[in-house]
């Protein structure tokens, strides 16, 4: 990954404050001063906590060949005139770093998947990026690298080596899905869901829609969309899309369709026909919701013309991820479900429903956390998820929380009896109690938004039972 001087003046609009314009390479992008190496470009962007200026002239005098810094900020640094280090000089340096991102992009005229939704994106991006690599050298987002500084540092990543990128695209605020489209500029686009996700940004479903949507409206329109025919919000946005439209679906016919589910302790097994060809898969994730994500990612491999059989090869190899469904089995014949990772009102529901579905003759036993970032939705969807505890097959609720208190007495309100809740003072206080009230054969499920830090009960509930 290299710069030129020029280059970086052009795809910026930036004003060269100092150094020469002409013979300096730089080797790399960085916006972290203390992973910075040698004639790399420093970005200082703003952060919540940080302010990159602050670490720019630091940065300058070590190792970097050259900095971008905001224009409002170039006064306050009394810069050393050096014509071997750089100075660029930009309105908004985090619109730089996605705009040096969007001319890597465009060099190297190869596919790029973008995936958004309200749940399962990284999933999704993880299943379709297997797919895809057994045929084709893939970059992908790594981790959750999916927003305003991520996805441009994955961008900048790519050289003449990949064929395929796959981009996952997170979304907080207003405007950052149309931001991260018009950087990544996708041939490919797919919508997971639409869920009540981070409302605090958002306020409703309606509002999410419309700004998931973005990815639909502002890619390629002679590119491919993967449509999930199974979320009505989805189908509709999908209806205005000009380009290629690939199906997929459990509950409506589609192209890429499952059917004769089937969950047990190793997974989740499903029958998937394609354009009238049918195999079995054993995904090795336990919950029907999985079966979604690797329709989804079936479905691109079907775009990219990947064999179905390769396809499978993938999808039945697929790590399971820490703390997203993980079983374990513990001491005392225990089965153990940590879904800590994150929650929202959807995720939970899947949650739950798959806890209920699986645990046979052993009794359910749901241990939630309070979910977060749900603005004025909050309170109801406490409430909503406290109902439907009481309308599945759950035998014993454990809360952990304050917005939880909502949830609890909303179980018992719907018809959970009182004798079988328990809201824990702290996640020790949980850990007593299951200790105390599981026995064999019980499933406990343990989930919550990740500010409850819920992995915390499973460790210590480890522990006890080693």
Known sequence: ????????????????????GEGILFRGISTDSRTLLEE????????????????????????????????EKVREIRWNGDPSKVVIAVKDTLQALGDLAKERRRKYRIP???????????????MMA?????????????????????????????????????????????????????????????????????????????????????LFRRMKQDGSILVNQDDPRVVQLAQTFLGQKITYGIENPSDVRAKEIRLKKDGTYFYVTVEGEGIEIHLPLLGRHFVLNALSAIAGATLFGIPLEKAKEALEQFPPYPMRMEYREIGGGIHLLNDTYNANPRSMELALETVTEIKGEGRAIAVLGDMLELGAFSEEAHRWIGRRVSELNIDFLLVVGEKVKLLIDSAIR?????????????????????????REGDWVLVKGSRGMTMERIVEGLIQRRR
């Open 1 to 20: 990954m290299t710069f030129t001087v020029e280059e970086v003046l052009r795809a910026t609009g930036g004003r060269l404050i100092q150094g020469r």
């Open 40 to 71: 790399e470009l420093f970005i200082a962007l703003r952060g919540s906590r940080f302010n990159g200026h602050d670490f720019a002239l630091e940065a300058l005098k070590k190792r970097a060949r050259g900095v971008i810094v905001e224009e």
């Open 130 to 214: 297997a797919c895809l690599e057994t045929t084709f050298p893939v970059l992908k987002t790594e981790g959750n690298f999916n927003n305003l500084i991520g996805l441009p540092l994955t961008l900048l990543k790519l050289t003449e080596k990949e064929r395929v990128v796959v981009l996952e695209m997170g979304m907080n605020v207003p405007g950052e899905i149309r931001r991260l489209t018009e950087i990544a500029e996708p041939d490919v686009g797919l919508i997971t869901n639409i869920h009540p996700v981070h409302l605090e940004g958002m306020k409703d479903i309606e509002k999410i829609k419309e700004e998931k949507g973005e």
């Open 112 to 126: 790029v998947v973008g995936i958004t939704g309200s749940n399962g994106k990284t999933t999704t991006k993880e």
């Open 414 to 438: 719907h018809g959970m009896e009182l004798a079988k809740t328990y809201r824990a003072k702290d996640h020790e206080d949980a850990i007593r109690w299951l200790d105390q009230t599981i």
